[in-house]
């Protein structure tokens, strides 16, 4: 691989990020708990993980505006248009895989 600087690391890093959240806005039939169940992070892990990165930097952003930043509006609306109620089969699913505290 092409030897990259911090800089251009940093900035292929946020390209990947902008591609992963425009991907996950397109696919709203994409449930969070599919996501949890087989990759073992959904978009609110996503929207945590900006948050936690914004904190640590000094900037103060509160969960829903970091949800905003992933879902592409405010989450409650996004549940609203997208969100199904889990199946039991996902459920078990989910309570198998879900990450340890």
Known sequence: MTEVTKEQQTELEAAAFRR???HLR????????DLMNLAGFCRN??????????E????????D???????GMPYED???LHQKEA???QKAAFEQNKPKD
Do not use: F, H, M, T
């Open 20 to 22: 992963l959240v425009a």
């Open 26 to 33: 397109e696919r709203s039939d994409v449930q969070n708990i």
């Open 45 to 54: 892990c996503l929207s945590n993980w900006y948050r936690e990165a914004a």
């Open 56 to 63: 640590e930097a000094g900037l103060p952003v509160s969960k």
């Open 65 to 71: 505006e970091s949800r905003e930043v992933i879902y």
């Open 78 to 80: 996004w549940k609203n």
């Open 87 to 89: 199946s039991p089969v």
